[in-house]
């Protein structure tokens, strides 16, 4: 499975733009402080075209973070695809990958922001957050019954709690060495 989300739709240029303003104020200054009025008047243009061609602003959110969701799986996939590490050292590319996708944005995970503000407000929003996290578990434990790593369904688990653990340690918890805390983690329970 290489994404889990719906396959990328075709947009019309006025909703290219939509969902580029939208998906930048939305990670930048957070889904629920980010109106229709200024999602059109960062796309240049009007809150009609933005509900003619989403819907809703749930609608908006929803295709927000499923072009967020291949944008991630696309750039993991990638750094996988040329990376030269094998075995159960391929694990630690995702790593590597969440690293330089994280030094891209200042506010930490956008599937969690995203949760943290509409897991009440929003089934749709919800459903594809958890697909997404769904998806970095079943990421590591593909890659661990592609090394042969026996009982690869738990170790998977524990893979992707080190991986959301890092992105809260880096960006809300300041700490610079999360990331080669968590490849010292990895490296541990791959030993």
């Not at 733009?17 to 939305?26: F, G, K």
């Not at 990376?83 to 590597?96: E, F, I, N, Q, Y």
């Not at 738990?154 to 992105?167: F, K, S, T």
């Amino acid at each position: 499975m290489t994404t889990t989300t719906a396959d990328e739709p075709t947009l019309t240029p006025a909703a290219q733009r939509i969902l580029r303003a939208a998906s930048e104020l939305y990670y930048d200054r957070g889904i629920n402080t980010v109106g229709m009025d200024l999602v059109a008047e960062h796309a240049g243009t009007t809150k009609k075209t933005i509900y003619d061609r989403f819907g809703s602003k749930d609608g908006l959110v929803v295709a927000y973070l499923e072009a967020r969701a291949r944008r991630w799986q696309a750039h993991v996939e990638g750094e996988l695809a040329s990376a030269r590490a094998s075995g159960a050292d391929r694990v630690l590319v995702v790593l590597d990958a969440l690293e330089t996708w994280l030094a891209t944005g200042t506010r930490g995970c956008g599937f969690v922001n995203a949760y943290a503000e509409l897991s009440t407000q929003s089934a749709a929003a919800t459903d594809v957050v958890r697909r997404e996290k769904a998806w970095v578990r079943e990421l590591y434990r593909r890659l661990l019954v592609e090394a042969g790593v026996p009982l690869p369904e738990p170790l998977a688990r524990q893979l992707a709690l080190i991986h959301e653990g890092a992105v809260v340690a880096l960006t809300a918890g300041g700490s610079g060495d999360a990331l080669e805390d968590a490849r010292a983690a990895t490296r541990a329970l791959l030993a």
